[in-house]
């Protein structure tokens, strides 16, 4: 008998199928052994040796691996085929070694990016040795990651700064935050447009000024309302007018390219409103069914058989005017994509339907669209642009219409884009020729000011990442959860992220002490040596020194330096946020206001204190009311089908009249009935325990109980610990996974 170790149980049912009998398919459910969570672990005094533990709950998971591997002959290692699952691979090997477990049995690591019977029977026919270069890559960054961590999280705790620092969430937080300044330092500018509505016999259409008094007119040139006057007392209408001149042109657009992690996430969250974190769930348990490749990979490359299968499928289906004659080739933007993957795809073309529900049903719909669509014929445009004279004053007004000719790739997808453009909007122009005449009927002067920069959604920021070459595509979706869970960001009622004040105090900090680790080019440089890593081109030690010691050395100026100094810097830094448009005199007492820091998080105080108790909220809210913001009363929301907002004793939550749902994380002007059903679909009864998520060293469901015997707790799979509220998920697997066995009922 072979035993083929796999990461996810569901995989390995799909897989047994496939491989049949003399074949046994087990799953480590996920990673199987982590750093002890301990200083020391990481030895940079020796070669940065580290201390392993098996994660707790997965020495159930590792007997059975063991009792398997007595009936076998030959163990696979058939865990993904990404730097983590190189790393799980390394990680079950050594403890199989360490149990003495393989008695001499052969030992082959396998790697599949697809889940298909043909797939899985080649990865098995040409094994080869784990990869040392990915596992020493996953040594370097989960070293210097528990070492930033470390290093820097007491000196968060013990200042009241913030819950933690991250070598790629703080980053993320701090492009939020500087998006926020920007949009605060931005003064509207004021500019003014003409439009003509212009008539050619029975037919309509509008025209834009473009040239007044020999002076072209582009989108700023009119700058106020004296200037538009001006311009209208030279032209009266009706006005007689004629076309000047006529271009017609074709236009081609391309389809868009394959998908890989980061344009899946940033599509769905367009399309689908999915966050990264649900993408990547419903699309892991697709590549499990065997419904898509493998979903973590930066390339854009289609193996061969599969563009064949997508050519046949379109040709059946559309026909040849919607086949290019040759296969349409992408080229990774990505410096660093890993080419001999593919992108994200399904694994048969047949049609969009599967037995798959909820949101499986619609990532696979859009995973199919987009591949079908990437291997087909351009859309086709004809684009006419007329110029139309006043014949009296000379002005000049500029038309252009666009008429789609041929759907090409349309027929199947369109992608989305982040911000609304009238750009590929279709107008038809009447047909025209140079001297005929126009009547221009009405003109309507157009009061406009420019918009500030739009703030990230995660689509957006995932994309930013991307350009900056921050974070791989198996970190995105952790990027974007943990900022939001360790409050220091949160999303409007249009999903973009706004920093909270924990957001604004540690980018501030971080901005000032470790100005490496929130520096884009730092970070990206450090993913950059991974990769190289990973080649081969670096060696681990050296990688791992190039990166951890100007970090120390922060971390050991960062220790010596007192409160009040910090917290003079990040006044200075935060002093537009804070008091630009207030100013910063206490209210009560004309004294000064400044930021304080507190256990319960960071808010403005006066400086005369004890003797002035003056305190707002960083949202420039009294800080000495309810903590919602909101009094209780009347707070309350209407969010339709039945489902209301409230404040409540514990602060905000959302109602079905049956159910009640925490939504401590949203005010009125944030809930939506969307974000409600949310948090409603997702709550328990009481006694049933809150489900917080899935513990990834287990795979087991973390609940919260709310009144036990003992007060507030969680439970995992038989480990209980007390908490004295609802922790997030983070929190949560942090306590079950590092709970100390209890000595209580221990024999003598």
Known sequence: MNLLIVESPSKAKTIEKYLGSGWR?????????????????VDVDNNYAMKWQIMPGKEKQIKLITDELKKADAVYLASDPDREGEAIAWHLLDILKDKKALNNKKIYRVAFHEITKKAVQEAIENPREIDQNLVDAYLVRRALDYLIGFGISPLLWRRNLGKSAGRVQSVAVKLVVDREREIEKFVPKEYWSLTAECAKGQNSFTAKLSQFSGQKIDKMTIESQVQMDGILSNLLVPIAASVSSIEKKKISRKPAAPFTTSTLQQEAARKLYFSSKRTMSAAQKLYEQGLITYMRTDSTNLSSDSIAGIRGFIEREYGKNF?????????TKSKNAQEAHEAIRPTHFDSAGHSVSDDEAKLYELIWKRTIACQMTNAEFDSVSVDITDNSSGAVFHSVGTTRTFDGFIKVYQEDKDDASDDDSETKLPQMSVGDSISIEKLTPDQHFTQAPARYTEASLVKKLEELGIGRPSTYAAIMSTIVDRNYVEQDKQRRFTPTSGGWVIASYLTKYFPDLVDVNFTAKTEDTLDDVSNGKVAKTPALSEFWKPTQRMIESAKDVKTTDIINNINENMHDHLFKKAGNKCPKCGGELSLKLSKYGAFVGCSNYPECDYTQKLSNQPANGDESGEKAGNSEKDLGDGIKFKIGRFGPYV?????NASAKKYNTDTITLEIANELLSGEKKKAEGI??????????????????????????????????SEPTLNDAIELINNKKPSTRFKKK
């Open 691 to 724: 489900e917080l998520g899935e513990n990834p060293a287990t795979g087991k469901q973390i609940l919260y109980y709310a009144d036990g015997r003992y007060g507030a707790y969680i439970s995992s799979n038989k480990v209980n610990v007390s908490v004295k």
């Open 25 to 41: 398919v087990v799953a480590s459910v996920g990673h199987v052994r982590d750093l002890v969570p301990e200083n020391g672990s």
């Open 323 to 331: 086949l290019p004659g040759t296969p349409n080739i992408y080229v």
């Open 655 to 659: 109602t079905d009249g049956t159910k």
